[in-house]
């Protein structure tokens, strides 16, 4: 059973959206133009025609200055009756304070040097213990920073939390790029949509997507992370996986040539994190049955609309069946591996994929 997406109304929602790129002295940090722009696209995204909140109900907060010009837009929001979800984000700098708790960093922010938190700057356990003020049902951050892990757990107890990376690595950003890697990757998917996805885009499916793409994208060359950005994280409340923040705009699609062909890329993408790389030499193991599945539905689809011999579909039925028996079912990928053999004996002895079929049959079938 798959549970519904919850839409909040837009009259329902606020949004406060926050990026610190630019840094003024005494602050050494390095800038990061692309944190405006990220969360200013994130808010136009997240308000606009697809969007669940209303553009009147959304604040971007830019180049912050000091603590206030974040707690008091929030605080106005905290406030708000009759609000079922409140949002916010934030774009920048992630720094590391008293007790190694995550803290965000403003314009004037220098790094932590030892003792207390970096001055001045926003210690994230403020904009928690604020958002948990609210009598909104549901409260929800994104973290777009480094560090942005240590959020997880106490400091962010009762809210919605998606974050770029974890507690001790860095977010990424390409240099030459417009966007940060991990918001950048979440606006794309917001504007291209999931073609197998529910009718509107929640934050656990944003989260599974995510989870697959980052990693599978690659990240500016800094030998940290060779391959690509690194995971993001989530942790959720009760139901707030189900919460929507925006419709998808491939919804409905995914038995289309396009949607097919996207649905394809997707699994080459997942298929990539079942493989040993140096970031990760033990791949997580519940990624091949996640293949698997995919596969199999697409396996499916594909010979339904396109027809079982055509190249897409022989490939990915042949995907299906290899898959199958590394994840444990031998005996199930021959038998799907000697159903393709059979049909390209019938269409042509002298198939192109006739020969990769029959070794991947000799192989599960020993």
Known sequence: MTWAVWRPAPGAACALLVGTGRHVRPSSLSRIPQAVTAVRALGAALSGEKG???VRRTTVVAEPADTRQVLDPLRRMVREPDVDLLLFSYCGHGLLGRDDRLCLALTPSSQYGGGGDPSPSLPFTEVASLMRESPARHKVAILDCCFSGRALGPDGHGIH????CGRTQ???????????????ELLRILDEGIPDGPRHLGLSALYDRLAVVLPTTPAPRTGIFPTGYPAPHQQTVDG???IA????????TQRTPAGLRAR???AQRLKKLTEPSPDTPVPDPA?????????????????????PLEDFSIDVRRNHAVMTGAAGSPEQAAALLSALVDALR?????HRALPGAERALAHWSR
């Open 170 to 184: 860095k977010a990424l950003f390409p240099p030459e790029g417009t966007l940060t890697g991990f918001t950048g």
């Open 346 to 350: 019938v269409k042509s002895s002298s």
């Open 245 to 252: 923040l925006a419709a998808n705009p491939a919804h409905g």
């Open 161 to 164: 939390l998606l974050t770029a």
């Open 240 to 242: 707030s996986g189900h």
């Open 287 to 307: 990624s091949l049955p996640q293949l698997v599945h995919v596969l199999a539905d697409l396996a499916r689809d594909a010979a339904e609309v396109l027809g």
């Open 52 to 54: 669940v909140f209303d």
């Open 264 to 266: 394809g890329a997707f």
